[in-house]
């Protein structure tokens, strides 16, 4: 396994559509890995492919305190949405950023796993605002997106100031 560089916002390769995985296989369980190990040390609770510079639709998450239950999305999409909910944001695509965004409450998602079996979930709370912040990257949305302008002017700002100064 390995740990792969995380692309960092503003980076416009961060904006780009995800293509969808035709054939889940070893490179791609390989990526998944790859992806958790890189998680983990960051450390987060989900990363998108996109956010690794792989433009497919590939997703994992885990929301357990004791990294205990990694989820595999491939290809997900969200089929049902209920509610609304309020709750602070963070990514490691803007680290040190955290930002109030409004969500759907319970999401239902689709996907293949790890062995490209089709399943259903459907998730609340904490995973249900993952879900949908990990699919917003797989659509080339970062959740700035949801913020007003001057707050991504802001965020852009000091997150460009900040690469510069780790030079």
């Known amino acids: 396994m390995a740990?792969?560089?995380?692309?960092?916002?503003?980076?416009?390769?961060?904006?780009?559509k995800a293509a969808p995985i035709s054939?889940?296989?070893?490179s791609i369980r390989k990526l998944a890995a790859d992806m958790a190990e890189t998680m983990y040390a960051a450390p987060g609770i989900?990363?998108?492919?996109?956010?690794?510079?792989?433009h497919i639709r590939l997703v994992i998450i885990d929301v357990t305190e004791n990294k205990?239950?990694?989820?595999?999305?491939?290809?997900?999409?969200?089929?049902?949405?209920?509610?609304?909910?309020?709750?602070e944001e963070g990514c490691l695509s803007v680290p040190g950023i955290y930002e109030s965004?409004?969500?759907?409450?319970e999401v239902t998602v689709k996907a293949l796993d790890l062995d490209g079996q089709a399943f259903e979930l459907t998730a609340d709370g904490l995973l249900a605002v993952c879900i949908q912040h990990e699919i917003d990257h797989l659509n080339g949305k970062v959740f700035v997106n949801y913020l007003s302008r001057l707050k991504q002017q802001r965020i852009k700002e000091k997150l460009i100031k900040q690469a510069r100064e780790n030079l």
Do not use: M, W
């Not at 965004?101 to 409450?105: D, F, I, L, Q």
């Open 23 to 26: 054939t889940v296989d070893a």
């Open 46 to 54: 989900g990363l998108a492919a996109t956010q690794v510079d792989r």
């Open 3 to 16: 740990l792969l560089p995380i692309l960092r916002y503003p980076d416009p390769r961060l904006q780009k």
């Open 101 to 105: 965004v409004t969500r759907a409450e």
């Open 68 to 87: 205990s239950k990694l989820q595999v999305f491939i290809n997900p999409e969200i089929i049902n949405k209920s509610g609304d909910c309020e709750s």
